[in-house]
T-cell receptor, first 115, second 114 residues
Framework: AQSVTQLDSHVSVSEGTPVLLRCNYS??????LFWYVQHPNKGLQLLLK??????LVKGINGFEAEFKKSETSFHLTKPSAHMSDAAEYFC?????????????FGTGTRLQVFP | DSGVTQTPKHLITATGQRVTLRCSPR?????VYWYQQSLDQGLQFLIQ???????AKGNILERFSAQQFPDLHSELNLSSLELGDSALYFC?????????????FGPGTRLTVL
């Protein structure tokens, strides 16, 4: 079965410093992987997605993620954090064996950005 | 704004009651998904409809049911409510049913069961 593990429940960074949110996945198939962001009291927004094209995926707001099959990882990075990046981030895998768009969410990483 | 609308925004009700949550997908999207977000269970997929037909089921309780109407809006019905059903319920939509399609999420309905 597909699954994702977000290795950190909380990450704190200073504004202007790099962000790294870690995600490992488990899949018997070539997965579709996503990062979604949820700001307080808001719905979820897609940051970026990987669907077997380029392994380095660029998303919105300066975020990017690299798909590493050998490490079964899909870590999210940003070179310089902004205060507005403070939110909950979810690593997500699409449940391919059922050939649907059923999304399986990680437990989330809360990103705090200090001035 | 994702283009997905959900009503109501907030719902407060009592145990044993029944409620209906409504979702309108983005214009042109054929698939609708329902998710539940709670503190102890995280974000969980409940059910998917594609063009009016049930496509996939997740961790949806038997007390819960959903449907998608000809105009593609969807309703999630929750009955015999329990305290543990208190959660944020999200609806999402996508154009197709295939892998890798981006899902657009609505703002959610916050359900509180007292």
């Amino acid at each position: 079965a597909q699954s994702v593990t977000q290795l950190d429940s909380h990450v704190s960074v200073s504004e202007g410093t790099p962000v790294l949110l870690r995600c490992n996945y488990s899949s018997s198939y070539s997965p579709s992987l996503f990062w979604y962001v949820q700001h307080p009291n808001k719905g979820l927004q897609l940051l970026l997605k990987y669907t077997s094209a380029a392994t380095l995926v660029k998303g919105i707001n300066g975020f990017e993620a690299e798909f590493k099959k050998s490490e079964t990882s899909f870590h999210l990075t940003k070179p310089s954090a902004h205060m507005s990046d403070a939110a909950e981030y979810f690593c997500v895998v699409s449940d391919r064996p059922l050939n649907t768009d059923k999304l399986i969410f990680g437990t989330g990483t809360r990103l705090q950005v200090f001035p | 704004d994702s283009g997905v609308t959900q009503t109501p925004k907030h719902l407060i009700t009592a145990t044993g009651q029944r409620v209906t949550l409504r979702c309108s997908p983005r214009s042109g999207d054929l698939s609708v998904y329902w998710y539940q977000q709670s503190l102890d269970q995280g974000l969980q997929f409940l059910i998917q409809y594609y063009n009016g037909e049930e496509r996939a089921k997740g961790n949806i309780l038997e007390r819960f049911s959903a449907q998608q109407f000809p105009d593609l809006h969807s309703e999630l019905n929750l009955s015999s409510l329990e305290l543990g059903d208190s959660a944020l319920y999200f609806c999402a939509s996508s154009l197709h049913r295939d892998q890798g399609n981006e899902q657009f999420f609505g703002p959610g309905t916050r359900l509180t069961v007292l």
